[in-house]
Every structure is written in structure tokens, then in C-alpha cells.
């Protein structure tokens, strides 16, 4: 279980100026629990999932897993970025591996597990490729594989698909939501993408414009595995984009002025576009 109890995060600028990027932030995550953090550009949603990584520490408030307070990264939990940051010396299986080998695995046996991971986002007839042989979902792929080889509690996952293009992404959708469905592992995932929070997620927390806070919470009890044709997903995924009008409509105001704001249908009505498209 993830505990974020009342926390804040002010970063401080060389030229001594300062913003505030979350504010009094509040949620949990329950074990297994698949949550995604939504909301516009800037507001807070990749600073708080690094606070959950241990990657910073908040100012004010505090951060436990599992009861013990998050002092720094851990190996319960691990990182998916939105580059897959994979060695471009080593092949497939030996980046996937590699995590086990610091661990001093012997060198069967971390093989064997890294090849068991490999099978689970079928890469199997590519685990001797090297980086620059790979498509990009491949390397996406590639890199939740070596995540999982860790045998982490949680997965944070940084916008992990961003970059894909809309097929790539349909199918490692299909992919995660399998890989969830069989280890239950407790995912924290960021994304821009309001058809991509609701396919995947038991809970889409939308944030407010900087400081970040949980301006409205959804609940996804659609049938996994997911359909993206049933009407529950369609009607979750219109309720984000009416509760996200406002924090759109500021973002814009606050980079164009006053004067100019969003109109109503130039927010696109598919809600599978990033946030912002329609600006």
C-alpha cells in the first residue's frame, strides 16, 4: 500500500525564484491497485510519482509503502520511463538480466528468469537483438520486461507509451493489462492520455493546474479484460474531459492571456487525444 498524506513540493530556481509543483496532495493506493494520475502539462503528476520512487524527498507531508516511510528508492519499487534508457551494448536478454546480475544472481538462473519475463510482452524471438534492431514498442516492451525482472511490489510508469503511435500503443495496452491481471502488482502510471487512463485503470485521479493537487477522483468498474468499445469506458472517459475543461482553459490563459480560452468544440470529442490537442 502507497500512503501520500498531505505532501508538498517547492522547487527552488538558480535564479532565486521558486514554484510550487504540488500542493497538499493526499491519496492511497491499495496493494494491487492499478491507479493513473491525469492532468495538464506541469501539474505535478511526474514530481509526485518520483517522490513515490524516491527519486526527491517533499518538503512538507509524508510518503509510506507499505508502513515504512519512503526515505529513497527501493527495490520494491521500480521505474518504466518514457525512454526505455535500455544499454545499446547489450542484446534483449542481457538488458534484461542485467538488474538481476547487480543483484549477483548466477548467471543460469537470472537468465532463465530474464527469459521468463521476456515470454510475458512476447520477445522471445528477439532476446538476442540489440537496442538499435528494435521498434520502438518492442524497446518499451524490452524495458517493462527488465522491470519485472526485479520482481518488484510496484511499478511506477512515466508516461511508458507517450512516444508510440496509436496502433503501438492499442497493443501494449493489451499487453500491460495481461501483465497486471497475472501479478496483480500495484501500478502507479502517469499519462496524458484520457482513453489510455481509463482502458488500463481501477481509478483515474485527475490533477489541477500547478500546484498540483486531486481535483476529482473516477472509478472504472468496466470488465477487464477491457473492451474499448463498452459504453462504461465511453461515459468515464466523457466525465474526465467535463472535469478537466477548467484546468485546460487555464493553462491556456496562463500561456496566452486572458483573452484567449478554449472553446468548447475545439476539445476533441474521442477523448483518446493527449491533453491539450484541442488547444
Not at 26 to 46: D, H, R
Not at 48 to 64: D, R
Request: glycine share 6%.
Amino acid at each position: 500500500m502507497i500512503e501520500i498524506s498531505n505532501v508538498s513540493k517547492t522547487f527552488h530556481q538558480r535564479t532565486g525564484g521558486s514554484f510550487t509543483a504540488l500542493d497538499n496532495v493526499s491519496l492511497t493506493i491499495n496493494k494491487g491497485e492499478f491507479v493513473s494520475l491525469l492532468g495538464p502539462s506541469g501539474c505535478g503528476k511526474s514530481t509526485l510519482l518520483n517522490l513515490v520512487a524516491g527519486l526527491e524527498q517533499a518538503e512538507q507531508g509524508s510518503i509510506t509503502v507499505n508502513g515504512k516511510p519512503c526515505k529513497g528508492p527501493g527495490p520494491d519499487r521500480v521505474v518504466v520511463f518514457q525512454e526505455h534508457a535500455l544499454f545499446p551494448w547489450l542484446t534483449v536478454l542481457d538488458n534484461v538480466a542485467f538488474g538481476l546480475k547487480q543483484k549477483g544472481i548466477a548467471k543460469k538462473e537470472r537468465e532463465a528468469l530474464a527469459m521468463e519475463q521476456i515470454k510475458s510482452v512476447h520477445l522471445s524471438k528477439f532476446a538476442d537483438r540489440y537496442p538499435h534492431e528494435l521498434s520502438g514498442g518492442m524497446k518499451q516492451r524490452a524495458a517493462i520486461a527488465r522491470a519485472l525482472a526485479m520482481d518488484p511490489e510496484i511499478l511506477l510508469m512515466d508516461e511508458p507509451f507517450a512516444a508510440l503511435d496509436e496502433q503501438t500503443r492499442l497493443i501494449l495496452h493489451q499487453d500491460l493489462e495481461e501483465i497486471w491481471m497475472r501479478t496483480r502488482k500495484t501500478i502507479l502510471f502517469i499519462t496524458h492520455n484520457i482513453r489510455e487512463a481509463v482502458v488500463l485503470s481501477d481509478r483515474v485521479l485527475v490533477m489541477s493546474t500547478r500546484p498540483g493537487k486531486i481535483k476529482k477522483e473516477f472509478a472504472v468498474q468496466a470488465a477487464r479484460p477491457r473492451d474499448i468499445s463498452d459504453s462504461v469506458l465511453h461515459h468515464v472517459e466523457s466525465s474526465i474531459m467535463e472535469a478537466l475543461a477548467d484546468e485546460l482553459d487555464k493553462v491556456v490563459k496562463e500561456e496566452m492571456g486572458d483573452e484567449y480560452s478554449i472553446k468548447k468544440n475545439a476539445v476533441s470529442d474521442t477523448a483518446s487525444d493527449s491533453l491539450g490537442s484541442g488547444i
